[in-house]
């Protein structure tokens, strides 16, 4: 095989679980409705289905490192992908809500995992020229997997399959899964790893296949970094020095979900609903935000480099605070309902060009070398907590007063932009060294030499 075929049919798979992410996470809402109603769901109870699978995510998303550490990303992610397909049938299955509950558990396992260990194999198979369009194929994904998730409601919402309807949209996640784990059987083990492990013959030969320039000298880089890894594992993450990273992950995690964005993604056909759409237009309204998600990501990847992250953190809170204030004032004044999907795609078109673009990169760019992973992890951890706590209360908020939930996230979207003007540095076309001189945090100046 053709060697750059090679690493992009590698690279493609490693990102599908990015799909299954966003197919699992965003599915559940076209099932709201025929949940609630076959189990007797009050605001509260149906908060807490929706959030079982996040709960799951936040717990796998803090331990995924340590089985993609023993066994490699690519041996792990196998085990992800099975817990996609055990997830999918039992909710397909499910004979009461206690069984629905811990199988959606099982599915956020599975996303957790793959948000930590899809990116991993695949940075580490890719040459350095090609590492961050590549990983960018799994930001991709997941928002294919989101619009693939409303669309599949839509289609499955014309079958007229009745309080059954949530089996059908939770079950079919099964497919992409099945396809997932087999072919995750076709690509090799990272060459990183296995030095790690050191399997040195079949790295180099990984390394030859992937059609990198010079193998034996990667690999001889390969092998000097773990070797500086080593000494960075003594390295405590929270120290002194370390603080203002460590607010900016932690910060940017969380008002990522201030934004109310997957709240909305989850509850959207609820919030048609509210509106007073009926149940066939909500789940084509949502189609049509899922289609805007993509088309503004994608643009997102060619200009993130262009105009900065700052600038477009800087556009996004303003723009996505003003939809919100919009929709607010459509459930607060129950006029104007045309405008709510209006209001909601301008909401995701500035969300997904600004925080969905730049929150992966800015984690990975503000840590220096040694604490990196577990700078990420913490942002990362911040992200689905957050995630979690809004996705369980938004329906109780919501019950109370439409208007409610998105004024508040209206005005964290404002405290956001000022954050960000006065506290977030520049990172675009600055080099990881040159930017970790700013932060006071050069490798030379706060190296510690253990004895």
């Not at 961050?132 to 998730?149: D, E, P, S």
């Not at 060459?191 to 030859?208: C, F, G, T």
């Not at 709510?340 to 984690?363: H, M, N």
């Not at 996230?409 to 700013?438: H, N, R």
Request: hydrophobic share 55%.
């Amino acid at each position: 095989m053709n060697t750059s075929l090679f690493l992009l049919r590698s690279s493609i798979v490693g990102a599908l679980g990015g799909l299954l992410f966003g197919f699992d996470t965003a599915v559940i809402a076209g099932a709201t409705n025929s949940l609630s109603q076959t189990f007797q769901l009050g605001a509260a109870a149906l908060g807490f289905t929706v959030s079982s699978a996040l709960w799951g995510t936040v717990i796998s998303a803090m331990f995924a490192g340590i089985p993609g550490e023993k066994i490699g990303a690519r041996d792990a992610l196998r085990i992800t992908a099975l817990l996609y397909v055990v997830s999918a049938i039992g909710c397909a299955f499910a004979f009461d809500w206690w069984t629905l509950i811990a199988f959606r558990f099982i599915g956020g396992l599975a996303i957790g995992a793959s948000s930590v260990l899809g990116p991993i194999y695949i940075a580490e198979l890719a040459p350095a020229k090609w590492r961050g369009r590549l990983v960018g194929l799994f930001q991709v994904n997941i928002v294919v997997g989101i619009l693939l998730a409303y669309f599949s409601n839509y289609i499955i919402g014309l079958q007229q399959f009745g309080l059954n309807e949530w089996r059908w949209q939770l079950g079919v996640s099964g497919i992409p899964a099945v396809f997932f784990l087999a072919m995750l059987f076709g690509i090799p083990r990272s060459p990183r790893w296995l030095v790690s492990k050191n399997h040195i013959a079949e790295a180099l030969s990984v390394l030859h296949s992937t059609g990198i320039e010079n193998p034996e000298l990667e690999l001889q880089s390969i092998e000097n970094s773990l070797g500086m890894d080593k000494v960075a594992e003594k390295e405590p993450l929270f120290a002194k020095r370390y603080m203002k990273p460590i607010l900016l992950a932690l910060s940017i995690g969380v008002f990522n979900q201030l934004s109310g964005i997957n709240a909305i993604l989850y509850y959207l056909n609820d919030i048609f609903a509210q509106a007073g759409f009926s149940k066939m237009s909500s789940d084509l309204q949502a189609v049509a935000i899922g289609l805007t998600n993509l088309i503004c990501t994608l643009a997102a990847m060619t200009v993130i480099d262009r105009f900065g992250r700052k600038p477009l953190l800087l556009t996004g809170a303003i723009g996505t605070a003003f939809c919100l204030f919009g929709v607010a004032a459509v459930f607060y004044t129950h006029q104007h309902q045309a405008m709510l999907l209006w209001f909601l795609i301008g909401f995701i078109a500035f969300f997904a060009i600004s925080q969905g673009a730049v929150i992966w990169v800015y984690l990975s760019e503000i840590f220096p070398t040694r604490v990196r992973a577990r700078g990420q992890s913490l942002g990362c951890s911040a992200h689905w907590i957050m995630n979690a706590i809004i996705s369980g209360v938004f329906p109780v908020l919501a019950k109370t007063s439409g208007a409610v939930p998105f004024a508040f996230f209206g005005v964290m979207m404002l405290l956001q932009f000022v954050a960000v003007l006065f506290f977030y540095p520049e990172t675009k076309q600055i080099s990881l060294e040159k930017l970790q001189e700013s932060l006071g945090l050069s490798e030379e100046k706060s190296v510690v030499v253990h004895h």
